[in-house]
């Protein structure tokens, strides 16, 4: 279904590199988090499924990408095994409104391919904010 990575002239893209690619189809839901995570100081592209993910992957190479799991048109799960097969080196928040008695299934799914955190619906933005920093840490240290 996905393609692999293409080589890409990283020269010309580092200046356009944004920090974060947002992948949530809930329209509102995106728009919040990416105004957040904006105001946090990152620059964020947001997309509404994965395969329009993986259309600017083949553009462009951020370096988180927060993903919803469950999305149509590609979900998260199969952006992060597009990722993983294709051997680019870009950290991954999923999130998920799993119930309960799915958590732990979703969460070793996302940890098994790589993610670096797994937040569950509803969560605290700042919750959200301490993964990102986690990942790809502050906005501010590519200028320090």
Known sequence: MFREAQ??????QSQ???????????????????RFLESAGYTVQAEPDGKAALRYLERSSP??????????????IELMTWLCRSRLEIGVVAMCGATAEERELFEAMACNLGAHAMLHKPFALTDLLMAVYGAIGSPMAAVA
């Open 7 to 12: 080589p890409r002239n990283e020269s010309s």
């Open 16 to 34: 356009l590199r944004p920090d974060i690619l947002l992948v949530e189809d809930e329209e509102g839901f995106r728009l919040l988090v990416q």
């Open 63 to 76: 370096k988180l990408i927060v993903t919803d799991l469950f999305m149509p048109d590609a979900n998260g």
